[in-house]
C-alpha cells in the first residue's frame, strides 16, 4: 500500500508562487507515474499536471508555463511549482499514484491518493 501526503499549500497573493510537495512511502516510487489533480468548490476534480515515471510531463492547458512538475526519486518527493497563481487556482490539490508507468489523464487511471492540500490565492 502507497501512502502519500501533500505539503505547501497556503494562502498567497495573485502574481504569487507556492511549491507543493508528495512525499510517498511503501511501494516502488519510482516506477509510478505521478498527478497533481485539483478541486475547486462546485467543481469536478480535474488533472493539473502528470510526470510519467520516465520523467515525460503533461499540463492542463489553464498551467501551462505557469506550473512545473518534478520528481525526486531519491526522496520518494513529487513536486508542484507553481507560478503567477490566479484566484481562479485557489482549490484543493492532491497528488495520486498511477502503477501504469505512462500516468492517466483520467482521475479514474490513478490507484493512490493523498488527502489534499488547500491552496487559495486572493485577488
Known amino acids: 500500500q502507497v501512502q502519500l501526503v501533500e505539503s505547501g499549500g497556503g494562502l498567497v497573493q495573485a502574481g504569487g508562487s507556492l511549491r507543493l510537495s508528495c512525499a510517498a512511502s511503501?511501494?516502488?516510487?519510482?516506477?509510478?507515474?505521478m498527478g497533481w489533480f485539483r478541486q475547486a468548490p462546485g467543481k469536478e476534480r480535474e488533472l493539473v499536471a502528470r510526470?510519467?515515471?520516465?520523467?515525460?510531463?503533461y499540463y492542463g492547458d489553464s498551467v501551462k508555463g505557469r506550473f512545473t512538475i518534478s520528481r525526486d526519486n531519491a526522496r520518494n518527493t513529487v513536486y508542484l511549482q507553481m507560478n503567477s497563481l490566479k484566484p481562479e487556482d485557489t482549490a484543493v490539490y492532491y497528488c495520486?499514484?498511477?502503477?501504469?508507468?505512462?500516468?492517466?489523464?483520467?482521475?479514474?487511471?490513478?490507484?493512490?491518493w493523498g488527502q489534499g492540500t488547500q491552496v487559495t490565492v486572493s485577488s
Open positions: 495520486a499514484a498511477d502503477k501504469f508507468w505512462m500516468g492517466s489523464l483520467r482521475e479514474s487511471g490513478y490507484d493512490y
Open positions: 511503501g511501494g516502488t516510487f519510482s516506477s509510478y507515474a
Open positions: 510526470i510519467s515515471a520516465g520523467g515525460n510531463t
